[in-house]
């Protein structure tokens, strides 16, 4: 037998017994395989702006992810979020006023963001808790005052920020541009999705997991926790930047006002409404994050605020999980129901 792995103690995954979850597992594959189906679909059925909702969706969704990555797989807690996502939309749209390829804006953003971030985690290592998440408060605190500084007006517009001409289709395909945006972005969620899953799946995310479950005995077992703290925390802010970069491209518009604090708290609701710690939760996280204020305000403009609260503290109640653990916790009441009713059917059996 393989000896296990000295990060996370485990088997490698040929050397491990059949288990239960060997069926969840395929269930998840098909569940995952049928929404990219209906996904691609979509765009084909409905209207311009039911499109537009759905590729912000997705935007927020890799936001959501990065700030997942951080908090919900490295146990970093962070507020500053919204500075990142500033960030890459700020380089995305400066970036297209140079006549840089749409396309180029992301990776640029990125890499941008990955560098702040991973300079921001050297000083970020000597704090925890409540002391980082208010370090990173700060940080998107002070974001929209410097997008408004004077002498960066040249660059980032001040006040009145920088307006985007939306990309046309490439030639010979039948989309409008809502279309394409929204295959656009749907493939760089998918392409990103997938590396987060690989990632978390590889060493390097067994020890991140590690560092979140027990600092103290992942660096017992000669983990490097301030490499990977820091590299965790690049991580995330690249996700999120790119987030921030299709974003400014979808929305064809960027201004100090248009990341607030607030945006980064509306990431963390929707992490903790997805499910801590799920990619797939992510996303569910974004519907909630655009479509529930909006319900909200729809509901009543006067008391959209008070029906928001009432129904983030149902959800909470509900599904204490988030979206992801209540769909796992359904799909295994499920497949045990199934299982007792085959072994009963069998047992009847003469």
């Known amino acids: 037998m393989s000896p296990p792995d000295p990060v996370s103690g485990l088997l490698p995954a040929t050397a491990r017994p059949p288990t239960a979850a060997a069926p969840w597992r395929e269930q998840r594959r098909l569940a995952i395989a049928a929404v990219v189906v209906i996904a691609l679909i979509v765009p084909l059925v409905f209207k311009n702006f ?18 997942n990555i951080l908090t919900g797989f490295n146990g970093q807690f962070s507020l500053g979020h919204s500075a990142f996502y500033g960030l890459g939309a700020y380089t995305a749209a400066i970036l297209m006023n140079m006549d840089v390829g749409y396309y180029w804006t992301l990776p640029c953003a990125g890499g941008l963001c990955f560098v702040v971030g991973f300079l921001f985690g050297f000083p970020a290592l000597r704090l ?17 005052q410097i997008l408004r500084f004077q ?7 001040g006040v009145q920020g920088i307006a985007l001409v939306k990309p046309d289709p490439p030639p010979g395909l039948p989309l409008n541009a809502d279309q394409w945006l929204y295959y656009f972005t749907l493939a760089v969620l998918l392409v990103m999705f ?7 799946k590889s ?5 991140i997991m590690a560092i979140r479950d027990h600092p103290i ?13 820091t590299l ?21 518009f960027v201004g100090p006002d248009s990341f607030p604090f607030l945006l980064s708290v509306s990431f963390l609701v929707g992490l903790v409404v997805g499910g801590v710690g799920s990619i797939p939760g992510s996303l ?15 509901a009543s403009t006067g008391l959209s605020g008070a029906i928001y609260g009432v129904i983030l503290l149902a959800v909470i109640f509900l599904m204490p999980s988030g979206a992801a653990g209540f769909a796992r916790m359904v799909a295994a009441r499920l497949g045990s129901r199934r299982n007792s009713s085959t072994q009963i059917a069998q047992g009847a059996e003469p």
Request: no cysteine.
């Open 50 to 67: 039911i499109i537009f909702q759905l590729t912000m969706v997705m935007v927020y969704g890799l936001a959501i992810l990065g700030l």
């Open 128 to 144: 925890q808790g409540i002391y980082l998440a208010l370090a990173t408060f700060a940080l998107a605190t002070a974001m929209p």
């Open 151 to 157: 002498p960066l007006e040249p660059l980032t517009g």
């Open 194 to 200: 997938a590396g987060a899953a690989s990632l978390l």
């Open 203 to 207: 060493r390097s995310g067994r020890a």
């Open 217 to 229: 005995a992942a660096a017992a077992m000669g983990i490097d926790t301030a490499l990977y703290k």
């Open 232 to 252: 965790t925390f690049g991580l995330s802010a690249l996700y999120t930047g790119v987030a921030g970069a299709l974003g400014a491209i979808v929305v064809q």
């Open 284 to 298: 569910l996280g974004g519907v909630f994050v655009l479509f529930v204020p909006n319900l909200a305000e729809q």
